[in-house]
Structures are given as C-alpha cells and as structure tokens.
C-alpha cells in the first residue's frame, strides 16, 4: 500500500510555506484582483496551519494511531487538511494562473519602466543574466514560469513556479 | 513500496475527481446549465467534496496500515470497514452519479456549440470508460456516437423534402418500439445501480459489522443501533428510489418483487436490533446477500436481452431512405450521414458488447463448474481449463487493465506450468486457479458496468424519437371537419 500518509502530510507542510511565499509576492502585487486573491490565499493558510497544528498535537498524543478516543477528531482534522489542499487545487491554483497570465498580458501590451532588481524574488532558482534583467527577460523568465506550472506535476510545484512567475511579474515598476 | 489494486482505484478516481472539477469551475463551463446534484449545491462543489472525501478516506487507511501493518487488531477492525466504505461511497458516486452528468454535460456542450469543451468532456468519458470499465479504445458506445446520432434524428422533422413524411410515417412503429425499449432499459439500469448501491454502500459495511458482533463475546447497545439505522437508511434510500424508479414502468411483478423483499429483510434486520438477538440479523443478511446476486444477474439478463432486440437497424433504414430523397444539394446531408455512420457503430458497438457479453457469461459458468469439480476431481482443470483459457485470453487480448495484465502476463502462464509439472500438487493448481478466475471475473464485472453505461448513453436517442413522433402524429391527424 502507498504512503499515502507520509506524502500528504509533507505536501501539506511544503503548501503552506509556499502560500507564505505567496503571500509575501502578492502583497508586492499592485491592483485589486491581486488583493483579493491574497486574502484567498491568507484564509487558506490559516485554516491549512491551524489544522495542521492540531493535527500534530493529537499525533503526540497518539503516537501509534491506535487511539480509539482520538480517532474520530484525528479523522476530521485529516479531512480540514485535504480540505484545504482541495480548494487550494480546484479554486485558488486556477484563479492565480489567470492572474499571471493577464498580469503577463498587460506588461506586454503596456511595457513597464524599468526593473526593480531588489524586487526580483531569490528563492526563483534564476540566474541573474551576464547582461543584467531587462523588462523583456523578466517577461520571458515569467512567461516560462506560467508554462511550467501547467507543465510539472504535483499540487506544490504548480503553486510554485506561478509564485515565481508573479514575483518576477511584481519587480516590473510600470511607467 | 507495494502498489495494490486498490491504490490504481484511488489514484484512478483522484485523477478522474481532479480533471472534472476543474474542469466545471472553468468560467465557459460554469455557465451551462446543469441539474443541480442537491440544493443550493453545484457539481463543482460536490465533485470537491468527494475529492476530499476519497483523500481523506485512503490517508486515514494509509495511517491504520502503519499502525497495525498485519490487521491484527481487532479494536481497528471497524475504523478500517468505515474508511474502506467511505472510498466504495466516492467510487459509486462516479458511477451512478457523476458518469450521468459529465453525459448530459456533454449533450448541453454541444447543443451550446461549445467544441473545445466538448472535447474535454470526451477526453474524461472516454477515460471513465477505459479506466473504471477496462474497455478496450473503440469498445462499447460512446456518448460523442449517440450524440451524432441523436443529431441526424432530430433533424427528420424539421426536412421539407417530398416523401420523408410518408418515409418517417412508415418507420413510425419502429421509432415508438425503440423509445419503449429504452425506457425499458433505463429501468433495469436504475434499478441494478440501486442494488449495486446496496451492496456497496450499505451491504459489505453492515455484514462485516454483524460479522464482528457474532465474534465478540458481548455486543454492545450501539452495535445494535447501527445495525437498526442502517436497516432505516436502506429502506429510505434503496427501497424508497427502487419503487420510484418502477413506478409507472409496466415490469412485470415478477421482476419487481424483490423490493418488497428487500423491505421485509430491513424489517427483520430492526426487529433483531431492537430485540439484541443476532438471529434474525445473520438471517436477513444471508437473505440480502442472495437478494443482491440473484436480482442483479436478472436485471441483467432482461437488459440484454433487450438490448440484443433495440431496433437500431430499422432507424438506419429510416436515415437511408431519407438521405436517398434529400439528394447531394441539401445543406443538411452531410449531417444526416454522419448521424447515420455514427448510429451504424453505436449499433455495432452494442453488438459487440452483448456478444462479448454473452462469451463471458459462458466462460464465467464454465470456470464456476470447474471451481466446484475442483474440490472432488483435482484433474477436471487439466481437462477443461485449457478450452477456457483461449476463449479468456481473447476476451482479454486488447485490454490493458492491470486484471488482464495479472491473468494474461502471470496467472495464466503459472497455471499452464503447474498443469505441465507431475510434481505440482493440488492445492498449489487450486491456489493458481483461484487467482485466475479472480481476475477473470473483474473483466466480467467490467463488461457488466460497461453494458450499463451503454444502457445509459442510448438513453440520449429517447428525446429526439419522442420529438419525431410528436412530429409524425400532428402531420397525420386527420384535420376536424
């Protein structure tokens, strides 16, 4: 039988740090909808964390999972997690995919100024190019981003790289 | 890590769940309207919902296996019955309740124009078909075939071409004999999904519930009130929705009678809750079991039976003739000919499946007679298996089920060596052939579901006769004087 135990709660754990990262770009993220889809985002952390909290403490005390008294609350609490990582999959993931294809759009119709160098995000995995970032290679870097988060499988590799398209996406100073 | 059956069906349905409700959270898709599954509730939010529902289920699994990895303990018994139920729920949903949906969802899709969408929905029903049924690419019906049928039908009424009238008054027997049959076949269908309902949902969860209470020394009080709520819930779910469903029917009593039956055991089944005894509980189980077997096989059998009459051949006919009288200048031609090339392999389609069908209920008996010969006459495997086998092997040839894959690539080649080796003893061909027919009878299983979803995507042929002949009777009715 599959772990399905041990990789769920890792993926668990692995989502909600990429939701703080989440956060921390959309705050940087100008216009309404990037607000809105923050507050989203922020919800589904809180409720992501506190089950997880809780779920660890009832782990603690029931190391073997053989607790009777603790099944159905270990139970419930399995399913707030699942929960959580269902909206986050079937609600969050495709709303902020279109954020950062239209976010991507709209610098390429209207090019921004310049870019923020100290904004771009470090945690992306780019190489800052020989020739220094333009606008056009943020762009791309982006563009390349938003395509592997259709492209790689897996809940937490989608969420991301559309996180580092929309960093990339959020150092752009419009002009 | 050891890959089970049981985790190809849950990573199965999470993919299967996953697709489907992105794709109905999807903005174009949003807006088509589908009957709601519930009040104030959308399928995207139901299809999440079952979503977590199997996750949760086969995590929580996941933990008891690593707390008790040799199911030895008997205090997790019914936490492992409830959680394996739980994904037998979410597999029957996709079943009886999401399988019906993604069709009329397609249906809706294409009357919309919808066409990139509609190729999703394919994608996923094709999918349903080749992963839950094990169908082989290009079996069975197919809803996109009926679809393309149900298109040339619809447009029969609306020709003003000379002689399809007289054409459609003639075929007008046939157009009626084909909705009644498919009426006929719906209710067979619904009521088999109910028993397949009962059995999964309620049936193996309360028998190894009585089960466990027979084997422990001092049933407790709530052993009894879940005995007597499930027997409440099956009345109102199974036997309630099964008289529904027969409502208005014309079956036969004969072929109803069970759902009084089934009444009569959830009675027998509260009655020995209420009164602690075990008795009545094992005996109305024995009597449920039976019921669900027997009654299943004949649904079945009348189902086929009906499908094998369904007069397909004559609305080819219909079509042929009147796409002779509209000749190549009509603009609709090329419709009506792909109407008709799609009802030719929906008809072929069927036929296949019933005559696969029917090779498999032969072969089913055949191995069943050889299993029970088994216990007194070890060699009657020797003898009779090998004629079995290729008949098995052809039904199997093109599918890629992991069933076939173990009875093709293992169970068959180890039961041929045994067969070979003098040193080989009984009980090891026994084992072997169990294994075997195991597998062969999930292919069986398999071909049932499929001829049941065929069953179901003919049902989109009802709506467009029945428009036909509102059409035909207003033409011919004589005018009041």
């Not at chain 1, 090019?111 to 160098?117: E, F, G, S």
């Not at chain 2, 249906?107 to 066409?115: D, F, P, T, V, W």
């Not at chain 2, 294994?435 to 467009?464: I, M, Q, S, V, W």
């Amino acid at each position: 039988m599959l772990d399905y135990a041990e990789s769920s709660r890792a993926e668990a754990q692995q989502l909600a740090e990429a939701i703080a990262e989440l956060d921390g770009v959309l705050a940087r993220s100008p216009g309404a909808e990037a607000e809105g889809m923050r507050k989203r985002a922020t919800a589904a952390l809180v409720e992501l964390r506190a089950s997880l909290e809780d779920l660890n403490n009832v782990e603690k005390a029931d190391i073997f999972g053989v607790d009777p008294s603790l099944a159905t609350r270990r139970h419930v609490l399995l399913r707030l997690v699942e929960q959580s990582k269902v909206t986050f999959e079937q609600d969050i993931l495709p709303a902020l995919r279109d954020l950062a294809r239209s976010s991507l759009q709209q610098s390429r119709q209207n090019p921004p100024d310049h870019v923020d160098t100290s904004e771009l995000p470090d945690s992306a995995g780019e190489e800052a190019p020989p020739e220094g970032w333009s606008v056009d290679r943020v762009l791309d870097s982006a563009e390349r981003f938003i395509g592997d988060g259709d492209r790689v499988v897996g809940l937490v590799p989608k969420v991301l790289s559309i996180v580092h398209a929309l960093g990339m996406l959020a150092s752009l100073v419009p002009a | 890590v050891i890959v089970l059956e049981t985790d190809q069906a849950i990573e199965q349905l999470d993919r299967l769940l996953s697709e489907v409700g992105l794709l109905l959270g999807e903005p174009p898709l949003s807006t088509v309207q589908l009957a709601p599954p519930a009040p104030d509730r959308t399928w995207a939010v139901v299809v999440q919902d079952q979503l977590t529902d199997l996750r949760t289920n086969a995590l929580g699994l996941s933990e008891l296996e690593r707390a008790d990895v040799f199911h030895t303990d008997p205090s997790l018994a019914t936490r492992r019955a409830v959680l394996i139920n739980g994904i037998a729920k979410v597999s029957t949903f996709v079943d009886i309740r999401l399988a019906p949906c993604l069709r009329e969802l397609h249906s809706a899709l294409l009357a919309a124009g919808m066409q990139s969408s509609v190729e999703r929905v394919d994608a996923l029903l094709q999918e349903l078909d080749h992963t839950r049924l094990g169908l082989a690419p290009g079996r069975g019906v197919g809803a996109e075939r009926v679809a393309a049928a149900v298109r040339g039908i619809g447009l029969l009424r609306t020709l003003s071409v000379p002689g399809v009238s007289q054409v459609l008054v003639d075929f007008e027997a046939d157009f009626r004999a084909t909705r009644n049959q498919i009426a006929r076949m719906s209710t067979y269908k619904g009521l088999h999904d109910q028993l397949h309902h009962l059995q999964f949902d309620y049936f193996n969860f309360l028998d190894a519930h009585v089960g466990r209470m027979r084997a422990s020394m001092q049933p407790t009080d709530e052993d009894y009130e879940f005995v007597s709520s499930y027997a409440d819930r099956i009345r109102e779910e199974v036997v309630e929705r099964s008289r529904e469903i027969a409502e208005g029917s014309a079956l036969r009593p004969i072929e109803i009678a069970w759902i009084d039956e089934l009444e009569r055991i959830c009675r027998t089944l509260g009655e020995g809750a209420g009164q602690h005894d075990l008795s009545p509980l094992a005996r109305g189980l024995v009597g449920m079991d039976h019921l669900i077997g027997t009654r299943s096989e004949a649904l079945n059998r009348w189902l086929i039976a009906i499908a094998r009459l369904l007069p397909l051949d004559a609305l080819e006919h219909a079509l042929e003739r009147v796409i002779e009288l509209v000749g190549g200048t009509n603009d609709e031609l090329p419709t009506l000919q792909t109407s008709l090339g799609a009802l030719e392999e929906v008809h072929t389609g069927l036929d296949r499946l019933v005559d696969a069908h029917d090779t498999w209920q032969d072969v089913d008996r055949e191995l069943r007679d050889i299993a029970a010969a088994l216990l007194y006459d070890p060699s009657s495997v020797a003898q009779r298996w090998p004629e079995q086998n290729v008949r098995v092997l052809q039904l199997s040839a093109e599918c890629t089920e992991e069933w076939a894959a173990k009875l093709m690539g293992v169970d068959a080649p180890r039961l041929q060596q045994l067969l070979k080796d003098s040193t080989a003893d009984a009980p090891r061909v026994a084992r072997a052939f169990r294994d075997y027919r195991t597998h062969a009878a999930k292919g069986f299983y398999n071909l049932d579901r499929a001829l049941l979803e065929a069953c179901t995507e003919l049902g989109g042929l009802d709506a467009p006769l029945k428009d036909l002949l509102g059409h035909i009777q207003s033409t011919t009715m004589p005018m009041p004087a």
